[in-house]
């Protein structure tokens, strides 16, 4: 049960602008959606509830099973609109081959880009199984959960075809549901972020930005942060990792900026829900 603190940030209209064309063919949100940034130690699985359906990003290492699937539970989530695995590495698609055996899932996003372990073997099995087709991620298409959505996702990364890192293949995601806006990084680091900023006119300013990578210093350019200019930042990390993420450099950057952080490492699980105007965030702990 998370505790029932916290802070409401106000969102001006700013962004109202921006957003104006897309709204133009977009249903106006309607009720409230939540992102639940799950505390699976050092890994990614954020899951978005909708009125349209839930959508997962990334499923944490298996260590991190009971939790993802005790909390999918305690949520009450009976199947998903779409599945997000950002990248094959197993702290964000451990989970993946036990998610698509046990909830119906419509589409599944991966990147174009083959790993030889058991784990990634695993979901392609599951996949198969359930013959599901994986969509590959295009830079630039936007889409939503259901036919007539008031949400809506853009892909942003990855825009080559190849990289030396798999954590540069990351799906890279906005989202945006009426004047709130989320990016989601997934472990994309700065070669990353580099082509997303050339590739500019996107929009990449956001409310809430999903770290890449943990809080690695390999991420989080300065030049990404003020594009992006968050009102808050969220850091997805085990408490006393291997790495050391967050890196202190990355916290320092947040800091000269003004950004607020929550890390799950430290605030345990952390939900943000919005009705398209307001965010509210709740901590566990
Ligand atoms: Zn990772």
Do not use: W
């Amino acid at each position: 049960m998370l505790k029932k603190y916290l802070l409401i940030f106000f969102l001006t209209l700013i962004f109202a602008a921006g957003i104006s064309g897309v709204l133009g063919c977009r249903k106006r949100p309607a009720g409230e959606i939540s992102v639940h940034f799950i505390d699976v130690g050092q890994g990614d699985a954020i899951l978005i509830k909708t009125p349209e359906g839930d959508a997962l990003i990334d499923s944490g290492e298996f260590s991190a099973r009971d939790k993802l699937f005790g909390y999918l539970r305690e949520e009450g989530v009976t199947g998903l609109r779409l599945l997000v695995a950002t990248h094959p590495h197993s702290d964000h698609i451990g989970n993946m081959a036990e998610v698509v055996e046990k909830l119906p899932v419509t589409n599944v996003m991966m990147p174009r880009v083959v790993h030889t372990t058991k784990t990634f073997e695993m979901f392609l099995d599951a996949l198969e199984a359930k013959n599901l087709k994986i969509k590959a991620p295009v830079a630039g298409d936007t889409f939503g959960l259901a036919g007539d959505s008031a949400l809506s996702f853009t892909v942003l990364a990855p825009v080559s075809e190849e990289y030396d890192d798999l954590n540069n293949y990351s799906v890279v995601l906005k989202m945006v549901y009426g004047n709130v806006t989320f990016l989601f990084m997934g472990d994309a680091e700065r070669i990353s972020e580099n082509e997303i900023l050339a590739a500019g006119g996107r929009g990449l300013r956001a409310d809430v930005l999903k770290l890449g990578h943990h809080g690695s210093s390999s991420s989080s350019s300065r030049e990404f942060l003020d594009a992006v200019l968050p009102r808050c930042a969220v850091i997805s990390c085990g408490a006393g990792n291997d790495y050391g993420h967050p890196h202190a450099e990355t916290l320092r950057a947040l800091d000269e900026r003004g950004i607020t952080v929550y890390r799950t490492d430290l605030d345990g699980t952390i939900v943000m829900t919005t009705d398209g105007v307001s965010v509210q965030v709740q901590l566990e702990k």
